[in-house]
Every structure is written in C-alpha cells, then in structure tokens.
C-alpha cells in the first residue's frame, strides 16, 4: 500500500545549537552552563565539549545548501541564549541576533520553514550563578529573551517552540546530574520543573504579544512513554507513578491549567511546592498552538527493585525495576519500538482532541562510517525512520492531527555527556575535516520529503 501524505505536511530536521555551532567566544556569545560543565572532568566522554562542534555558526550557509539539496520544506533549529543575552539578561548582542537574521533569510529563500526553539538546554551561566532553573526569576529572564527573540525574528518565523524537553533540563541537570548542570538533589529538580513550567508560560505569553496570532506557540516534550510489564496491579501503579512525576507534571498544568492529582502527596519527601504563587498555574496554562513531541523509544518497567540500578542516580520514584524487552536496540541502548509512536499520538489526540501535533524529534543512534564507495549505508537508521513515519501515517489515519516530522537529526553532532561517541545524524560528519556527507538515509529522507509519499527502505538512491 502506497502511503500518501497530505499537502503541506512538514517534513524537517532538527538540530540544537550548543550541539553544532561551535563558535563559543565567537560575536560576544556568553558562557553557558555547557560551557562550564563539559569542563568538569568526567562529565561528558572523552572530555569533549561544544567549542567547535560541526562548525556550522561558520558553515551556515552551505548548511542550508545542504538542506535544500535534500528537498526539506522545515528546519528545527534553536537559539543560543548567551549568543543573544550574554549573561542572560540585559539588551540584546545584535550580531547574535545578526546570525539567526541571516540563518531564517537563507531558510526562507530556500523555501524551507524555520521552526524555531527558543532553549535547548544551554542556559547562560550566569543565570545558573544566580540558583540557574530552581530559582524563579529565570523564568522571567527567559520571558525578556523570548520577547526580544520575538521582535528580531517575528517577521519571518511562524512556530515557535519555547522549551526543549523541560524533562531533560529539570531531571537530567538536577536530579541525576547527568546534564549541565550537574547537580542531584530531587528538591531543586521539581522547583525547576515549575520554573520551567512558568517560563513557558510567560514565554508563550511574550511571543503572543509581540507577534499575535500570526504565531503558532508550542513546545517540545520528551512524554516517557512506559509500559507495565503485566496487567499486575503493583505494576500498573510503577507506570502510573512514572507517568505522574514524569509527564503530567508538564501536561496538566500546560494544557489543563492544573498540577495532577497525586502528584504533591507523591514529592512531598522532596518538597512542599511553596514555591507555586497564586497565578502562577494561569499562566502556565497559556494557549497553545500546537504540541511538539520527541520519541526515540518506549520503556517497560514493573515493580520491584532493579539490579542494574546506580544506587547513586537519584530517583523520585521508588521501587521501579525497568525490563528489557528482546527486540532491536540502538547504539543509545535504546529498544526501536514505532508503535509507541502511534500509542503517544493517539494519546495526545484522546486528551486535547484536534491539537495540533508536531513529532519534532524522531532518530536513532548508529555506528555509521563512511564507505569505501564514498556513501555511509547505514540501513539500520532507514528503517527506523521508516517504520516511526509509518507509526505517525498510522496515528493520523486513527485522526490525530499531525501536521509535521522533524528527524533527528541533520547532522551527527555533539551528543552531550556522550560526545562526538554517538552519530544521529541523516548527514554524517568527518571530525577530522568536518566534511559532511549525506547518508543513505538522508537520501531516503530526501524521496520522502520531496513526494511526501513513504519510500521502500530500499530506495536510498540520491
Ligand atoms: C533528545 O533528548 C534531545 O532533545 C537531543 O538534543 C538529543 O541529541 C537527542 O534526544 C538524542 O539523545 O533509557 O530507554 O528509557 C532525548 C532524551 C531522555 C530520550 C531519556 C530517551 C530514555 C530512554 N532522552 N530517554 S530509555
């Protein structure tokens, strides 16, 4: 059966920019919190760190070339922070703004739509200096950054996505430490969590009044998608719990305009959320055009205690053994799994019918290598990509409103604490000479994109 999708439909890639522009000291840009934490010994593998990436604050405009090349009607990209308010507060850097000027012109005479992510992750340090996300004035200096962002780039982007995975910023970077900034304590993770919450609030609120309807607002979330092991209670409960600290925590009160049930009897070990003012939740609760969605993989967890578990990674749940399914994994160790895909959609659709859904990251980490035939054949990734798009054809034959796909990602790049080590890209990149090639499947991407038809996994022909 061919696979046809509709006119319109965005097909993009995604990138981040502390991933692939390099430049760090380059026009006034500021340090950020991965600045300093890819410095700590032993935080990031090999002790690499963004300092050039793939170069591409240098190389832009071949990277567009690249994208156009490939047919992309849509590219997701983010905004540095520090490159715009270097200390994360205060007027703008104009050549910081100059470069996303540039970069958003390009993409246009392209034909190529940006999507732009206002924070991926690279905070000014200052700001962290100042207590970083647990601290709730952060989310006022984002609320100044979005709107400055919003003036400069309004006349050319339509979607903007305020926060990258809120998750991964909060939990990643206060809970396990993981990620910049590298800290372990539940009680600072979930008063980030608010923080957060509150300055897509405000954010959103701040793009709506520079830019009015002619904005479409979103954000990005990595939603855990877990499964119960069985239909056992105790199991049903572990996922449950999961889905509480880790999914509704973002959900209810972005699009429901309340913090679930459950959820302050379920921290209270960590805190008493005083931090939470009256009107903070009308704020979080600002419309929103449409919701973007990160799936790379679906867990499945029981009760009971694991035995790979670091006792030192901290947790907000207890009493949470994960399993691992047989199946396929990737380099990541994580298990393909597109149904999940189809499940996460359809479940979003239940839940706020009709929203707009964007998949703004989807991809797989693979060791690729450049062929002696000069092509990089990494058979693997298409069919992965190709099975998570037929997942998305599937979800919106059930009705959910899908309206783009972003892979993750245009190019292999800095995979944070596992540096250069893990190559997602649908275009390879040489570390030595920084020469990018596209893989095969970037040229199956190409076909996809260009008809909008789903390809065979062997039609990777450029
Ligand atoms: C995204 O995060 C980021 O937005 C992007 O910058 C990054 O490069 C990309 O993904 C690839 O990592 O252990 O099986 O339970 C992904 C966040 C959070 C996704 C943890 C996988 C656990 C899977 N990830 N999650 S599993």
Redesign the pocket.
């Given at each position: 059966m061919t696979r046809r999708f509709p006119d319109g439909f965005l097909w993009g890639a995604?990138t981040?920019s502390y991933?692939i522009e390099g430049a760090v000291d380059a026009d006034g840009r500021g340090p950020s919190i991965w600045d300093t934490f890819s410095r700590e010994p032993g935080a990031v593998l090999n002790g690499e760190n963004g300092d050039v990436a793939i170069d591409h604050y240098h190389r832009v405009g071949d990277d567009v070339k690249l994208m156009a090349d490939l047919g992309l009607n849509a590219y997701r990209f983010s905004v540095a922070w520090p490159r715009i308010q270097p200390t994360g507060s205060g007027p703008a850097v104009q050549a910081g703004l100059d470069f996303y000027q540039r970069l958003t012109d390009q993409l246009l005479d392209a034909g190529i739509a940006p999507a732009l992510t206002l924070y991926?992750?690279d905070l000014p340090q200052p700001l962290q200096d100042a207590g970083g996300w647990p601290n709730r004035d952060t989310a006022y200096r984002f609320a100044d950054y979005a709107g400055i962002v919003a003036d400069a780039l309004g006349d050319r982007v339509k979607l903007w996505i305020t926060l990258?995975?809120s998750?991964?910023a909060a939990y990643?970077g206060y809970l396990s430490g993981e990620h910049a900034p590298g800290i372990q304590d539940p009680a600072q993770a979930l008063a980030s969590v608010h923080t957060l919450n509150l300055a897509h609030g405000l954010g959103a609120r701040a793009i709506r009044s520079a830019l009015g309807d002619g904005a479409q607002v979103a954000i990005?979330h990595?939603i855990?998608v877990?499964k119960a092991a069985t239909d056992a209670p105790e199991d049903v409960a572990v996922k449950t719990r999961l889905d509480l600290v880790n999914n509704e925590i973002l959900l209810a009160p972005q699009l429901d305009g309340a913090y679930p049930e459950g959820l302050f009897e379920a921290t209270e070990r960590f805190t008493d959320w005083s931090f939470v003012r009256d009107g903070d939740l009308d704020v979080i609760h600002t419309r929103m055009d449409a919701l973007g969605l990160?799936y790379?993989?679906?867990?499945t967890v029981r009760a009971g205690e694991d035995p790979d578990r670091d006792p030192f990674q901290p947790t907000l749940v207890d009493g949470v053994a994960?399993v691992r399914p047989e199946g396929e994994y990737t380099e990541?160790?994580?298990?393909v799994e597109p149904q999940g895909l189809t499940d996460l959609l359809l479940e979003m659709h239940r839940r706020w019918p009709g929203l707009p859904l964007y998949v703004t990251?989807n991809?797989a980490?693979f060791d690729d290598e450049v062929a002696p035939d000069g092509r990089v054949h990494d058979e693997r990734r298409t069919a992965y990509l190709h099975s998570h798009v037929e997942a998305v054809g599937r979800a919106m034959d059930a009705g959910a409103n899908v309206r783009g796909y972003f892979a993750?990602?245009l190019f292999d790049?800095f995979?944070?604490s596992?540096g250069y080590g893990?190559r997602?890209g649908i275009v390879h990149v040489d570390y030595d000479t920084l020469t990018r090639t596209v893989k095969d499947s970037g040229h199956w991407y190409s076909r996809l994109a260009g008809s909008g038809v789903l390809p065979g996994v062997d039609e990777t022909t450029a």
């Open positions: 995604a981040s991933q991926h992750w990258n995975e998750w991964c990643l990005s990595n855990q877990n990160n790379y993989s679906t867990g994960r990541m160790g994580w298990l990251e991809g980490a993750w990602s790049n995979e944070w596992y893990k997602f």
